[in-house]
């Protein structure tokens, strides 16, 4: 097992809540130019302390090596992990001006210690098998049997890297404009249980970020969109109640253009999921 500090950039929320790091494969900045070949030397199982805005405030666990990934305007290398906020975030004055840097094991643990966090990674825990246990533990719970903890890693890093995709095609909420990572979900158009593949499951055109009370009525076939970014209400879905949701004026405007990939999966949504009855 390795330690790194990561020194985030500007979208450090996004990568936080969306459970990577991620860096393009080209970057014209010279204290970045590195930063390929190192980000390639973590691997699953290592530790990663976050520094963003001066504080470090979230430590994480790298769940797989970094691999390529290619959208429409960047390709990159995207290293899934998982992260936990530290209890007591600090402020740091210096560090290494790297973007990643490898840190001494005891240095990694004294800063934990410092914020708030001992005995990480989480110990082997004493209770009876489940398939609930929160993702952090996975590779170190041994109640776990191997199958069903490969299936729930690699559910978890499915997730993520879909998150990560929908974020590459869309940048807010399709009705409230909310941008903020922490504030957003990447709900499926077509749900993941339904996907007949793992392209369908992982494509990000399958995705729309959404505030979480528009994924709950998105996801129950209260709210659809047209292929032109209308947006559709279900007759089951009171007037009274979308204006106590503060999303009546958002619904009557238009969501905006949709990608050709996403068109598919919404005219799916409106046949399978969107309750234009109000059944």
Not at 65 to 85: C, K, M, N, Q, Y
Request: proline share 5%.
């Amino acid at each position: 097992m390795r330690y790194w500090l990561v020194r985030h950039d500007k979208i450090w929320r996004q990568e936080i809540s969306g459970g990577y790091i991620w860096t393009p494969k080209q970057n014209p900045q010279k204290r970045r130019a590195q930063y390929c070949d190192i980000i390639l030397g973590v691997a699953a199982g290592d530790g990663l302390l976050s520094r963003a805005e001066g504080r470090i405030a979230h430590v994480g666990l790298a769940l797989d090596r970094a691999f390529g990934e290619r959208s429409r305007t960047t390709d990159g290398w995207w290293l899934p992990v998982d992260w936990t906020r530290l209890p007591d975030p600090m402020t740091v004055e210096t560090g290494p001006a790297a973007p990643l840097a490898e840190l001494p094991e005891t240095r990694f643990h004294d800063l934990l210690a410092e914020a708030g966090l001992t005995g990480w990674p989480p110990a082997l825990p004493e209770a009876e098998p489940t398939a609930h246990v929160s993702a952090s533990r996975l590779d170190y719970d041994a109640a776990l049997t191997a199958s069903v903890r490969d299936q729930q890693v690699k559910a978890r890093r499915g997730q993520s890297l879909f998150r990560f995709r929908v974020f590459q095609i869309e940048r807010a909420c399709r009705l409230t404009g909310i941008a903020n990572p922490d504030l957003l979900i990447a709900s499926h158009i077509k749900p993941w249980r339904l996907c007949a593949t793992t392209h369908e499951r992982l494509d990000g055109a399958n995705g729309l970020l959404l505030t979480p009370h528009v994924d709950r009525l998105f996801d129950r076939g209260l709210i659809s969109f047209s292929d032109e970014g209308e947006v559709l209400r279900s007759s089951a879905l009171a007037e009274s109640d979308l204006r106590r949701l503060g999303l009546a004026e958002a619904c009557a405007r238009n969501a905006g253009s949709f990608l050709e990939r996403q068109i598919l999966y919404l005219a799916w949504h409106r046949d399978a999921v969107f309750d234009s009855t109000g059944r």
